[in-house]
């Protein structure tokens, strides 16, 4: 009977163990992901788009790889009346005492980037880089993912990634959820 068991309990971690790698998307030579590790929700890899927004991947690579976004939170969670996105990047957010404030989603990394014109759509999935009204290139390092499609954004905001694994994970991510850790994966 114990037997039994540890071989059932083998099983299931294996089980488990296969599940998580296929959940794990590695890049290919020449790509770059950014992972988000969310608390209590899970991991997002995002593919970014290097070739067609060179600059505005730069900015999120620099910062990821300085820490920048480790301890903030989703201070923008817009589900209704219909699923439209999440948002992050405000550095303000990781003091949740901050996410009611009118000032959230105003701060950044005091370092701006001009829109380009990526060619892909605002679409369930595509992540942008969030700008001030009426001032496309005003980015910095706010950034949303869309939960559905929204093609009146195409043209104002540069579209840099796409959720490649986690889409799940985004979908229940709620007001003030936590990234734990932020980091870029390079394909070899």
């Not at 988000?36 to 995002?46: D, H, K, S, Y």
């Not at 620099?62 to 480790?70: A, H, Q």
């Not at 589900?79 to 000032?103: C, E, I, M, Y």
């Amino acid at each position: 009977m114990r037997l039994r068991r540890i071989i059932l309990g083998m099983a299931v971690l294996f089980s488990l163990a296969v599940w998580a790698m296929a959940q794990t998307v590695q890049p290919k030579a020449g790509e770059t992901l950014l992972v988000l590790e969310i608390a209590n929700r899970g991991t997002v890899q995002i593919h970014l788009h290097t070739k067609e927004a060179p600059k505005t991947t730069a900015q999120i690579i620099r910062l990821t790889n300085n820490g920048f976004y480790n301890g903030q939170r989703f201070f923008k969670v817009d589900k209704s009346p219909k699923p439209f996105l999440v948002q992050t990047g405000d550095p303000a957010s990781r003091d949740a005492a901050n996410l009611d404030r009118p000032t959230i989603g105003t701060g950044g990394s005091g370092t701006k980037v001009a829109y380009e014109d990526s060619g892909f759509l605002n679409e369930r999935g595509s992540v942008g880089l969030s700008t001030m009204p009426n001032d496309k290139n005003s980015g910095d390092s706010q950034f949303y993912i869309l939960l559905g499609n929204y093609p009146f954004l195409d043209g104002n905001y540069t579209v840099f990634g796409k959720v490649v694994s986690g889409m799940n994970v985004v979908d229940k991510l709620e007001k003030g959820d936590v990234i734990t850790s932020a980091k870029i994966v390079q394909g070899k």
